[in-house]
């Protein structure tokens, strides 16, 4: 189903059933956004590929094949841009047409419309907010890796992810960044693509456009801006924010932070 913006897909939820599909960070955002509005009670039901004996804000999660094309119904794919094509592919073959997928909406469901739209942000201003936390120096790694600069960027990059994600998705969304790099190295810097970051410049959705970015000294990368109404850790899991601490928390090994910290001082002698 084809939505233009926020105010359409709000129309829409409010005039239907919902089944989200979806159980990780994405759809549990997504159904707190739903509760901002007052819509959450058009929720009958999370669903997955396989469905789960656990529950979601007491919100059953039912299998893929009991899902069943019903006009009266809206499936709100709430999953990450890695996995969403599968999901949708396996919806058309079983004869449902009435999905939308949720994330290309959701840090407006959550925040409100952006403050300033496509504007031209320096990196140098992204990085002094983003030094403490390691999730830049984790990406430079796996770009390494790709340039067989060393041989562990990969693996160090499905370690973090799988803080908040399934092994495959983790795994799926490295086979993406992959695709990122290459298309960079065919096209270059594609401006239409924003990055969303708080007025404070840390970044909660684009990361990797913006790592791939500061790797190759691009200098700056276009941005959508918001207000600071919702701390990062209400809007990514506490994982996505890896700073030294919660890495240490988390199992990562002596010799991998001290790598993470080559890493980021690295980055801050490539913004001095």
Known sequence: MEVNDITELLYILSNHKIIIFGAGYVATRFYGALKKYEIEKNVVS????TGSYLDIDGISIIPMNQLESNEQMIICVA????????IIADLINKGIKNFIWIYPFLYKLLLGAPIYCNKKVTLSKIWNAAREDYGMAIRYLAIDNYYGKNINGYKCYKKYLSLFNSDETSERRLIQFIE???SWEQNGYDTSKCSSLYEDYRI????????VASYFNQGFVMCNIF???KNLAEIHNQGA????QYALDAGFEPELIDI???TNQRIEEQYK
């Open 46 to 49: 999370f669903a997955t590929t």
């Open 79 to 86: 999953v990450h841009d890695s996995i969403k094509d599968a």
């Open 180 to 182: 990122l790099i290459k």
């Open 204 to 211: 909660f959705d684009g990361a990797h456009r913006i790592a």
């Open 227 to 229: 207000n600071k109404t």
């Open 241 to 244: 924010i890896l700073e030294k």
């Open 260 to 262: 993470l910290d080559a």
